[in-house]
C-alpha cells in the first residue's frame, strides 16, 4: 500500500468517527439528538440486538481471513465509487434533517461500499462482498420487532397448539396464550396442567436476529458454490420459528411433570431458572437443523451430479459407437 493510498484510508477512518461518534444525529423518540454510535451502544443493550456488538469483530476476521487473496489483486479504482461516495453523504444529510436513524445507517453502508470501490476497486470489493454484507446485522432494526413480533406470536401459539393436540395432549389456544384445557373426569381445570403466555421474547424475534447473523456464516462456511449457499441460507426462517417451538414444547411438558412454577416461573414477577437456560435450546436445535438442511443438500446435488455424469458418459459411448 503506497503513502497515497493509506492516507486516503485514514482519512476514510476519521470521517466515519465523525460521521458516527462525533456529529449528533438524530433524537428517535427522545428529546435531544444523539450520535449514531450512542443509539447503538443504547440498542444494544437489548437481547434482540446484543449480537451487533459482535459484528465488528466477525467483518474484521473475514476481512483478515483473505488478505492473501486481496494483495494479489491489481489496485484500480472505480469512478462509482464516488458515485456512491456523494449518494451516502447525501443519503446520511437527509437522514439528520428527517430525525431518523435509518437513514444513517444505509448511508454507513453506501459510504463504505463507495470507499472500496474508489480506492481498490470492482475485484478487491467483490472479494470483500460477503464481510460488507455481514456489516449490515450490526444495525438495530426495531421497527422490525412491532411489524413482525406479534403475528410470530400468534403463529407460535397456533403452531405448538396443532402440535400438542396431534400427540395427545388437548391444548387450548387463547389469543397469545396456550393453556391445558379442562378434564372433569380427572377435576383438572383449565390451566391447571400448563399455562403459557406466549410473550414478544418468545415468539422467536429475540434469537431471529441472532439465528440469521449464524445461519449466514454457515452457509457461507458449509458452502462453497454461491446459490447453495443463497438456499441454505433462505432456511434460516422456517428454523428458527421450528426451534422456538420446540422450546415452547420443552417447556410445556416440563410444566406438566415438575410444574409451572419450577418450568416456567412467575412470568410476571420472576422466570425460573430452568426457563433461561432454554434459551440454549433454540440455536442447539438451530444449529441441528442447520447441519441436517447442508446434508441434504450435499447429498441432493451430489446424487444430480452423479445422473448427470452417468447420461453424458452414455451419450458419449452411444456417439463413439
Known sequence: MNRKHLISWIMLAVSLVLLMAVQPYAAGYGHFRRTMLAELLMQWKDATWQHGALLPFIVGYLLWRR????????????????????????????????NNFYCGYAAMMTLLAGASLWLEGAQRSRLRLFAWLMLGFLWPLPFLEENIGYQMRLMMVKTTGVVLNAVGVDALVSGTALQSMPNLEFGRKAGELFSVGIAAPCSGMRSLFALLVVGALFSYFRQRVMWRRFALFSTILPIAIVANMVRILVLIFAAMIFGQNWAIGDVEKEVSAFHEVTGIVVFLVALMLLQSASWLLNRLCSGLGFKRSRTISRQVVSSVS
Not at 486481496?70 to 453523504?89: C, D, H, K, N, T
Open 67 to 98: 488478505r492473501n487473496e486481496a494483495a494479489q489483486l491489481p489496485e484500480s479504482s472505480s469512478r462509482w465509487g464516488f458515485v456512491l461516495i456523494v449518494f451516502a453523504l447525501l443519503l446520511y444529510f437527509a437522514g439528520f434533517r428527517a
